[in-house]
């Protein structure tokens, strides 16, 4: 069993920056792959970026590749999204979830947390 924390999330202003943490223990979580996912009011959820156990692959939407950057610290069995130059449509809930391997979809994920809101405004 795999527990999730998501923290970081904000109000911010359109071009400004936010690093989202996601915190997990219990089981061998640092030996999961993790992604973040969002969801907007009205919208299915989707991957943002994700990273292998040991953070030798990446994975990136492209809605996210070159503002956002994933990175984990196996010591603190943390993984964070560090997104920059964020935008109104950039506005949702952003969730982690982990996975013995990178998968792209959520239905594949079953290790959650409870999100964390992120609002970008104009």
């Known amino acids: 069993q795999v527990h999730l924390v998501e923290s970081g999330g904000g109000l911010v202003q359109t071009g400004d920056s936010l690093r989202l943490s996601c915190g997990a223990s219990g089981g061998a979580a640092r030996s999961y792959a993790v992604a973040w996912f969002r969801q907007a009011p009205g919208k299915e959820r989707e991957i943002v970026a994700g990273?292998?156990?040991?953070?030798?692959?990446?994975y990136y939407a492209d809605s996210a590749k070159g503002r956002f950057t994933i990175s984990r610290d196996n010591a603190k069995n943390t993984v964070y999204l560090q997104m920059n130059s964020l935008k109104p449509e950039d506005t949702a809930v952003y969730y982690c979830a982990s996975h013995v391997s990178l998968k792209l979809v959520p239905f594949e994920y079953e290790y959650w947390g409870q999100g964390t809101q992120v609002t970008v405004s104009s």
């Open positions: 990273i292998s156990y040991n953070g030798g692959s990446t």
